[in-house]
Structures are given as C-alpha cells and as structure tokens.
C-alpha cells in the first residue's frame, strides 16, 4: 500500500504515482543481443557467466528474461542465498524439483537425478546470483551436477551472475574445471549518459509527467553522479523528487539533486579512485 503522504506528494504533481518507483524496463538493441544469448544458451544448455559493475542491472535483466520463459520447455530456478554450501545447495535443489531432501548428500544426488529424468522434455535453467561469493565447493558441486551424465550435454543450463573479477577468480586453480566449461562470458555496462536521461524521461511519461519537470542541468547532473548504473540512478533520482515535492516545488532543480547526493550513501560517479600502490623495490 502506498504511503498516504507519498500518495498526496505524487497528486501534487499530477503524477499518477511516484515517479522512478516502478521503472520501465528499456529495450535497448545492446540488452535485446544479451537477452538473445541468453536464449541460446538455454536451448544449448551452456553454461554462461555474465558479470559487471555491482547496480549495474545483471539480476535485473536477468530476472526479467527468466519470467518471460516458456515453462513448457524450461524451469528457471533462481538462488540468490550465495552462502549455502555445497550440501545445503543440493538440499535446496531436490526440494524445489518437488522432492524430500534428505541428511546424506548420495540421498539428495538420487533424487536430484530421478527428479531431473521426470521434467522429460523440460529443460532446467539454474541461477546463481552474486556467484563471486560462493564458497569454492559449492561452485564445485554444481560443476559436478553438470556432468552427471557425462556421455551426453549438460544436464542444465547454468547462468552465473557475479561482479567483474568473478572471471578471474574462476581461472584460479580450484576453480578451472567449472571455469573451462563456460561458453560463454557476457559484461554488462554502465549506461552512458544519453541512456541515463532516456531512463529518467521514460520513468517520467510513464506516471504522466512531461520531461520539462526535469531540466537538463539537472538530469545531467543525476547521470554524471549516477556513474552510469541504473540502482544508483534510480535511488538519486527518487531522492531528488522527493526534495523538490516536500518543497512545493514542480521541478526537480540542482539543489534537489545536491539534496540527494547528500542523502543516497553511495553515489559512484563522486567516487575518487583508490590511489595506485607502489610496488615494492
């Protein structure tokens, strides 16, 4: 339910809700080809590792392509808890293909398998989000999994989503095997500034706000702050609504954005790089 003063603040402005809360997903051509391989590696079963930025969108993208799967030929199952192990990974498993889990990890291998071989002609897509903080036997449990039946392709599709350096982690020596079996690694990247204030303007025409409420000194501002990833854009733009509404205000100015830059604790685009260490003579 939304909050009466919320409520009161949006009909000020004539917004039939509040604006940057429930944002239009953009269908740009660079997402469109991503979602395209994402597809591909469905039907293919490959494993697929996708990475970028933290607020940069992966879940987001992501999430929003699993919904729009045809469960007649796929089960899209999602983790989000990276702090399972390995065991408590393949508790989880069985019990969201409809079976008991059991104490003994051979149990829940059995019926992980016997569960897998009734989807019949369905194929499973597994989700591993924020993957870089996964324990390594658990990423090493799940590349097992993928060659359960080793003579044939993999058993499902698994989709790993995790920040930049998650690549690199995965060439490191406990991590090869499930690191050779990718086919196919995928960065996201921070929007530019054109995108940032295509974002802002679409947010605002989909509650009934015409763009002039956000003048471009303003917009420019909340795009340069934002560093280019979407989370961060949202929060600041948000922020710098509400300071212009509870000032009466029918635009969002400079200040407003100063007022929220001042309130949204991270702002990456202000960020100063960490200084180079020296090496050591």
Partial sequence: MINPDLQSLARQ??????????????ETPEL????????HA????TPLLLCGPNGVGKSALVGHWMRA?????????????ASLSGSSLLAWLVQRLGKASSFRREGNLQRLETALRELERRSLVLILDDAQNYAPSALEEIRLLLG???PEQPLFTLLLLGDDYLLGTLRLRHQRALYSRLGAHHRVEPWAQSRCLEYMESALRAVGLSATVLPPAAGEMLAAASGGLPRSLQLLARAAWLAAATNERQQILTEDVQRALDQVPCVPGLNTPEPAHESAA
């Fill in 13 to 26: 402005w004539g917004a039939s809700a509040i604006p940057f809360d429930q944002s239009p997903w953009l």
């Fill in 32 to 39: 469109l080809r991503l979602r395209r391989h994402l597809d």
């Fill in 42 to 45: 469905a039907a293919l079963r």
């Fill in 69 to 81: 799967l045809d469960t007649r030929v796929h089960l899209p199952l999602a983790l989000t808890h």
């Fill in 148 to 150: 359960l039946n080793l």
